[in-house]
């Protein structure tokens, strides 16, 4: 018979043993699920984790893609990190991307044709200031009223979607665009333009905004007083209390964070790989992030790693798609069954496993 | 309008939620907070259509669906029951997987039309004038949803097995203590939030739309959460919201058929919106009864 006993710490070994054990269960089961597709099942694995790197023809290609998906999952990701360790759960981080994007937009695009070396920055800042007041929403709401901000968030993605379909149909149509939906595209206005920085690199501000984000955030976390509360809280909020940690605080700080951080990500998006405010923007960044966050087990490092992982998914997907012919819900299948042997193997972290004979409980 | 469309159309529009919701409350009342709803719906809602488009049977759709939902549901319930692992992070995973899982499925079913789910007129209710056609003329999906509500109703209230499954919700240590199998109860449960939420997705693919769409069910399963909060986790009041999001929704459609000057989009965020508004005014009035093991994992030996 098997027991579960409770580990006083959790497991160093196997907290960081727990992802590589979860990615290789997903690369099994999902070799199943493509064989039962009638594909060849280690061929779409390499297809998916090799070739995106090292394939002769398209790692040229390929390659620099992997810094552009990361970037925003990993900038994502860290913000909602620090809610997840205070045990705040803003779901809704797809909103604050989102909304990020449009109103960092509309900010640049009141200045259309300034070519300013300002204007970049200001909208950046525009950014993350229409995130961080989408997140504010739930953590207004949750302090006020001790709403929770599960469901308000979420829900909020669902408000920035609309919203997001009438900036792009209406309030932020290009005026020449022959009323087509879609905004101005960035890429042929080069003062806010968000390129690569090095060529062939597919490094832009955006993952240099996120590299800074994961120093950042393992100070923040590692050695700032504000990082021990967040830890606490979401560890013993009762002990936060009574040590004096204002829970208020902490929830506007935790929630402001991701929310200012989505945001950006989406300016950087709009900005540069998007290219332009349409109704397809919104691309699951935000909820694909939540997964990084768990597979980088909530530290900046980890998330970073996690990160570049998924991208490589997302990138090793789309050729499965092109050269296998798979079909391409199947890695968002494969994404969130990561997601759920990380959860499943996890009981090694915090649990040891004990077989003992049967005895009288 | 004509308004014996208009209560029959409410009617329609409320029961997939008000389908999962009472599930997820029979999930709640045990103690587990279960966050995958919109994920169980999704997976019903493209297992119900591949079954029915393919057998020509709505009510073989429903029940594969139930199965179906039921079955993923009790992946969530292995991993926080057995694996111990987080109630929320778990529920997110599961709502990712279903979202995934039935993109996947539904992918040959684009474009499709569900076989007609016949409507069961009720002898002599249904011949009574005006009410007759606003009530007694639905799909027997409908009739069983509120017959659900009443039966989960008196389960809570007047059987034994309900007063386990509230006691192991309330407080698991002592349920525990007193040879309950807190365990096995909140399987169950989960298991049957499941195959409500599969019902609720069949419904949305196989009648109120009647088509697969990816990620048709758009937030359903979310309301529905709402929508326990919002009961206080009572049956009858799961009833009063479903419905009144049910109507919510046909107006906001309807209003955007008519051709307003509200903006569609405004129109279309509305039903989000009012769950948010319903959400602070219950939380800020206070009302709780909320289980007291809600969430919280369950490790016999600790």
């Known amino acids: 018979m098997i027991r579960l006993e409770k580990r006083p710490q959790p497991s160093t070994l196997w907290t960081a043993l727990t992802p590589v054990l979860a990615v290789l269960l997903t690369m099994i089961v999902g070799g199943i699920m493509f064989a039962a597709l009638g594909k060849p099942p280690l061929e779409a694995i390499r297809t998916i984790f090799w070739d995106p790197l090292f394939h002769p023809q398209f790692a040229s290609y390929s390659r620099p893609q992997l810094l552009v998906k990361a970037g925003p999952l990993i900038l994502i990701a860290i913000g909602l990190s620090v809610g997840f360790r205070a045990g705040i759960w803003n779901i809704g981080a797809e909103g604050q991307y989102i909304m990020g994007a449009v109103i960092g937009a509309a900010v640049g695009l009141a200045f259309y044709p300034s070519d300013s070396v300002l204007l970049f920055p200001l909208m950046v800042v525009a950014g993350a200031l229409g995130g961080w007041l989408w997140a504010m929403i739930p953590a207004l709401l949750k302090t006020r009223f001790g709403t929770n901000e599960i469901l308000v968030s979420l829900m909020l993605v669902y408000v920035a979607e609309n919203i997001l379909a009438s900036a792009s149909s209406s309030w932020l149509r290009n005026p020449e665009g022959q009323g087509f939906p879609g905004s101005r595209n960035f890429k042929q206005w080069p003062a806010v333009f968000n390129d690569e920085l090095i060529a062939n690199t597919g490094m832009h501000w955006g993952v240099v905004a996120a590299f800074i984000a994961v120093i950042g955030a393992y100070v923040l976390m590692a050695r700032h007083i504000q990082g021990f509360n967040i830890r606490l809280t979401g560890e013993a909020p009762r002990a936060a209390r009574f040590s004096g940690v204002n829970p208020v605080r902490i929830v506007l700080l935790c929630l402001g964070v991701s929310g200012a951080l989505a945001g950006m990500a989406g300016l950087f998006e709009v900005t540069g790989p998007a290219g332009q405010i349409s109704i397809d923007f919104g691309s699951g960044y935000g909820f694909t992030a939540i997964i990084v966050a768990f597979l980088g087990r909530l530290n900046p490092f980890g998330i970073l790693l996690a990160g570049l992982l998924m991208a490589l998914t997302y990138i090793g997907g789309e050729l499965a798609q092109l050269m296998l012919g798979l079909p391409g819900a199947s890695i968002q299948l494969f994404q969130g069954m990561l997601l759920f042997f990380l959860l499943a193997t996890d009981v090694f972290t915090n649990y040891r496993i004990r077989f003992v004979g049967r005895e009288v409980a | ?302």
């Open chain 2, 1 to 302: 309008m004509d308004p014996v469309l208009l209560v029959a159309s409410i009617m329609v529009s409320a029961t997939p939620i008000l389908l999962a919701a009472i599930g997820e409350l029979v999930t709640e009342k045990s103690g587990v907070l279960n966050l995958g709803v919109e994920g169980m719906m999704i997976t019903g809602a493209v297992m119900g259509f591949a079954i029915a488009v393919s057998t020509g049977s709505p009510l073989l759709g429903f029940l594969g669906a139930a199965v179906a939902s039921a079955v993923l549901s009790l992946s969530f319930g292995l991993l926080t029951q057995y694996l111990l692992s987080n109630q929320v992070a778990t529920g997110l995973g599961l709502t990712l997987v279903g979202l995934g899982l039935s993109a996947l499925i539904g992918s040959n079913y684009e474009g499709q039309r569900a076989p007609n789910l016949p409507k069961l007129d009720i002898p002599v209710l249904s011949d009574i004038p005006v009410l007759g056609r606003m009530l007694f003329s639905h799909d027997f999906v409908v009739y069983l949803s509120l017959a659900l509500v009443v039966a989960v109703w008196a389960f809570l209230k007047y059987t034994r097995a309900g007063l386990i499954l509230r006691a192991v919700g309330e407080d698991h240590e002592s349920a525990h203590a007193l040879g309950y199998k807190v365990v096995r109860v909140r399987m169950a449960a989960i298991a049957f939030g499941g195959a409500c939420a599969g019902l609720g997705g069949a419904y949305v693919s196989l009648v109120r739309v009647p088509q697969w769409t990816e990620g048709m069910t758009a937030g359903a399963g979310w309301i529905a959460l709402a929508i326990v909060v919002f009961s206080s986790w009572r049956p009858l009041g799961v009833l009063v919201g479903a419905y009144l999001f049910g109507g919510v929704t046909v107006i906001q459609l309807n209003l955007q058929a008519a051709g307003t000057t509200v903006p569609v989009e405004l129109l279309s965020m509305s039903p989000y919106l009012i769950t948010i508004l319903v959400l602070v005014v219950i939380s800020a009035r206070g009302a709780h009864g909320a289980p007291g093991s809600l969430g919280r994992p369950f490790h016999a030996s600790s």
